[in-house]
């Protein structure tokens, strides 16, 4: 099945600077990468998505990138503020079903 | 706004008891998930449902089993419960079609001493 790796599994940054976390996959019939923020003690939201058939995609402060060939995307935040301190989790979801496949998680801290 | 609920937030159980997680989405949504989230492994999809009466196996099914007898209501079921399936628990749904979208319920933390 597919394997996702997500990296680093935890993240500091000074408020104002940018946080990159990076997912890699390996099943090249995953065509569906969102990436999910979990404040604590909530469930996790979608902040983002995008479709394989897209290299980038951008919402305010928020980007993710995907390199199909490379089978890995990225999910960048910039001008971090307090509030987007949260664990984040990519995913990905195959064109043949509906099960999605979820990274280990990375906590980001963004220190005032 | 989709809502979806799950029963208890925090819950703690004895081994080798039933315990039941019920979820409930009011947006008419096909596909209902069933993950467990523990530190450092993510979610992992315990079963998922896309259809009342319909369940599919996910990657950790074993000492599990669902219910999906209405469309909104999917159900968690620990046959017998032990301290390794100490976990958070989370229900999410989808509409099926064009739109991927999940959204999750807030979670319940299940304690089994």
């Known amino acids: 099945g597919e394997n996702v790796e997500q990296h680093p599994s935890t993240l500091s940054v000074q408020e104002g600077d940018s946080a990159v976390i990076k997912c890699t996959y390996s099943d090249s019939a995953s065509n569906y990468f969102p990436w999910y923020k979990q404040e604590l003690g909530k469930g996790p939201q979608l902040i983002i998505d995008i479709r394989s058939n897209v290299g980038e995609k951008k919402d305010q402060r928020i980007a993710v990138t995907l390199n199909k060939t490379a089978k890995h995307f990225s999910l960048h935040i910039t001008e971090t503020q307090p509030e987007d301190s949260a664990v984040y989790f990519c995913a990905t979801l195959l064109n043949t079903g509906n099960q999605f496949y979820f990274g280990t998680g990375t906590s980001l801290t963004v220190i005032p | 706004d989709v809502k979806v609920t799950q029963s208890s937030r925090y819950l703690v159980k004895r081994t080798g008891e039933k315990v039941f997680l019920e979820c409930v989405q009011d947006m008419d949504h096909e596909n209902m998930f069933w993950y467990r989230q523990d530190p450092g492994l993510g979610l992992r999809l315990i079963y998922f449902?896309?259809?009342?009466?319909?369940?599919e196996k996910g990657d950790i099914p074993e000492g599990y089993s669902v219910s999906r007898e209405k469309k909104e209501r999917f159900s968690l079921i620990l046959e017998s419960a032990s301290t390794n399936q100490t976990s958070m628990y989370l229900c999410a749904s989808i509409v099926s079609g064009n739109s991927y979208e999940q959204y999750f319920g807030p979670g319940t933390r299940l304690t089994v001493t």
């Open positions: 449902s896309y259809d009342v009466k319909m369940k």
